[in-house]
């Protein structure tokens, strides 16, 4: 006997699909309480680190540093009030002079006397080159203990077309960065060849306090640098118009010294010399660790036996901003910051590279001095997903979310390292409950 026939099938074909779909409900009601399920374990995550960062890692305030912590933001807006009065005055200065159709700034430098600026490469340039060279070259090799990485990138930008300009950049933590620097990357040769040897840029307050010390800096290559003068100053002009030659110009881009090791931020003064050149300059990066302790804060002499790395990088480029900038219309300011940027950027991430750390432990006033620590906050992320999936934890205020019932565990827990979900969750500006 079949067991199907014409009674039996109807109601068969019933019951199969009253089955179908209460299977299909139950694993659509599965999949919406996996869904809520992961939003509220997010939401945990985001409330734990946000009462995490909020409470647990704000650095405390010395009430006795009062006075002094608004000293500092007066001095700072002071600077800030100071630079911006100077840009305008720049930008009057280039607009009264376009209009009243006065010579360039580079043709004021080369109408004015080039032997009292730059000095001539004869026998007393030769002779202060290879001696500051040769005695620079043998602290580095003999009486210190000096590792280049790198080297060949800096080899090459030596051997670089005639007439292409080459800038290096590195950081800068001590007076004597350059020469001693500067002299391990080139061949003992070139210290012989005063064509072939760096300009930089110092302070008129440093290097050309007096006559004796002017004639022998100009010797050395030097140009000279009036703090608070702006990008228009003629030190500027002048290493733009060496530049401009396929000459080699080396520039610190912090600006000044690093009094804690690590790399500040890359002033626009390199990006407007980058900007000026009529032809993309080869720029060279290059980073150092160890010479803080060669001279030492307060220090005249430099000390021995010291050991010194050097990493060199592969030249920067900045043709594709330049392309930008005539493309959009770019104005100078913001061109001369991209470059800047990006040439900070670089710096960073070989000084990083070098002293094997993090990027966010080698720049200056980077990130907070704790970071969180994913496994440190796993019990306080369960303990807030238990609280947010009671039924009745439905507030959008944080405070009734067992938070306070956290603080004391999560002020035990020492953060070490950043977790992954801690900058998507830490963006959120609320963290209320669904």
């Given at each position: 006997?079949?067991?199907?026939?014409?009674?039996?099938?109807?109601?068969?074909?019933?019951?199969?699909?009253?089955?179908?779909?209460?299977?299909?409900?139950?694993?659509?009601?599965?999949?919406?309480?996996?869904?809520?399920?992961?939003?509220?374990?997010?939401?945990?995550?985001?409330?734990?680190?946000?009462?995490?960062?909020?409470?647990?890692?704000?650095?405390?305030?010395?009430?006795?540093?009062?006075?002094?912590?608004?000293?500092?933001?007066?001095?700072?807006?002071?600077?800030?009030?100071?630079?911006?009065?100077?840009?305008?005055?720049?930008?009057?200065?280039?607009?009264?002079?376009?209009?009243?159709?006065?010579?360039?700034?580079?043709?004021?430098?080369?109408?004015?006397?080039?032997?009292?600026?730059?000095?001539?490469?004869?026998?007393?340039?030769?002779?202060?080159?290879?001696?500051?060279?040769?005695?620079?070259?043998?602290?580095?090799?003999?009486?210190?203990?000096?590792?280049?990485?790198?080297?060949?990138?800096?080899?090459?930008?030596?051997?670089?077309?005639?007439?292409?300009?080459?800038?290096?950049?590195?950081?800068?933590?001590?007076?004597?960065?350059?020469?001693?620097?500067?002299?391990?990357?080139?061949?003992?040769?070139?210290?012989?060849?005063?064509?072939?040897?760096?300009?930089?840029?110092?302070?008129?307050?440093?290097?050309?306090?007096?006559?004796?010390?002017?004639?022998?800096?100009?010797?050395?290559?030097?140009?000279?640098?009036?703090r608070g003068q702006g990008l228009q100053q003629q030190g500027m002009q002048a290493a733009q118009q060496r530049l401009s030659r396929g000459d080699w110009v080396h520039v610190f881009p912090e600006g000044t010294r690093s009094l804690t090791g690590r790399t500040g931020q890359a002033k626009r003064g390199v990006g407007r010399l980058i900007a000026a050149c009529d032809t993309p300059p080869l720029v060279v990066p290059f980073v150092h660790s160890g010479m803080e302790q060669v001279l030492p804060k307060g220090s005249a002499v430099p000390k021995p036996g010291q050991s010194i790395r050097v990493l060199v990088g592969e030249p920067i480029a900045v043709a594709d901003l330049q392309?930008?900038?005539?493309?959009?219309?770019?104005?100078?300011?913001?061109?001369?910051?991209?470059?800047?940027?990006?040439?900070?950027?670089?710096?960073?991430?070989?000084?990083?590279?070098?002293?094997?750390?993090?990027?966010?432990?080698?720049?200056?006033?980077?990130?907070?001095?704790?970071?969180?620590?994913?496994?440190?906050?796993?019990?306080?992320?369960?303990?807030?997903?238990?609280?947010?999936?009671?039924?009745?934890?439905?507030?959008?205020?944080?405070?009734?979310?067992?938070?306070?019932?956290?603080?004391?565990?999560?002020?035990?827990?020492?953060?070490?390292?950043?977790?992954?979900?801690?900058?998507?969750?830490?963006?959120?500006?609320?963290?209320?409950?669904?």
């Amino acid at each position: 006997m079949p067991l199907l026939n014409s009674s039996t099938t109807p109601h068969l074909a019933a019951a199969s699909v009253r089955g179908y779909r209460e299977l299909l409900r139950k694993f659509n009601r599965d999949q919406a309480e996996d869904i809520k399920s992961g939003a509220l374990l997010q939401q945990a995550k985001c409330r734990v680190l946000h009462y995490k960062r909020s409470k647990q890692l704000k650095e405390p305030h010395d009430p006795r540093r009062a006075f002094s912590r608004l000293l500092d933001r007066v001095l700072k807006v002071k600077e800030d009030l100071s630079q911006l009065k100077e840009d305008k005055k720049e930008l009057l200065r280039a607009t009264y002079a376009a209009v009243r159709g006065d010579i360039t700034p580079d043709a004021a430098v080369s109408a004015s006397s080039e032997d009292a600026l730059f000095g001539r490469d004869g026998a007393f340039r030769t002779l202060v080159l290879a001696g500051v060279g040769a005695a620079s070259k043998a602290f580095m090799q003999i009486l210190s203990r000096t590792e280049i990485e790198g080297g060949h990138h800096m080899q090459a930008a030596l051997q670089r077309p005639p007439g292409q300009a080459l800038i290096t950049v590195s950081n800068h933590v001590a007076a004597l960065d350059d020469p001693l620097l500067t002299a391990a990357l080139v061949p003992a040769g070139a210290l012989l060849q005063p064509s072939a040897l760096r300009w930089t840029l110092c302070a008129t307050d440093r290097c050309f306090t007096s006559k004796a010390a002017t004639t022998f800096f100009r010797a050395a290559k030097v140009l000279p640098i009036d703090r608070g003068q702006g990008l228009q100053q003629q030190g500027m002009q002048a290493a733009q118009q060496r530049l401009s030659r396929g000459d080699w110009v080396h520039v610190f881009p912090e600006g000044t010294r690093s009094l804690t090791g690590r790399t500040g931020q890359a002033k626009r003064g390199v990006g407007r010399l980058i900007a000026a050149c009529d032809t993309p300059p080869l720029v060279v990066p290059f980073v150092h660790s160890g010479m803080e302790q060669v001279l030492p804060k307060g220090s005249a002499v430099p000390k021995p036996g010291q050991s010194i790395r050097v990493l060199v990088g592969e030249p920067i480029a900045v043709a594709d901003l330049q392309r930008t900038a005539a493309a959009e219309q770019w104005p100078e300011h913001v061109l001369y910051a991209a470059i800047a940027d990006r040439i900070g950027h670089s710096l960073h991430a070989l000084k990083a590279r070098l002293e094997g750390v993090p990027v966010s432990e080698v720049v200056q006033g980077a990130t907070p001095k704790q970071m969180l620590q994913e496994e440190s906050l796993l019990p306080l992320v369960e303990q807030e997903y238990i609280a947010l999936s009671h039924p009745l934890s439905r507030s959008t205020t944080p405070q009734l979310c067992n938070l306070s019932a956290i603080s004391s565990r999560a002020a035990q827990h020492v953060p070490a390292q950043p977790f992954t979900w801690a900058s998507q969750c830490y963006q959120q500006p609320s963290m209320s409950a669904a």
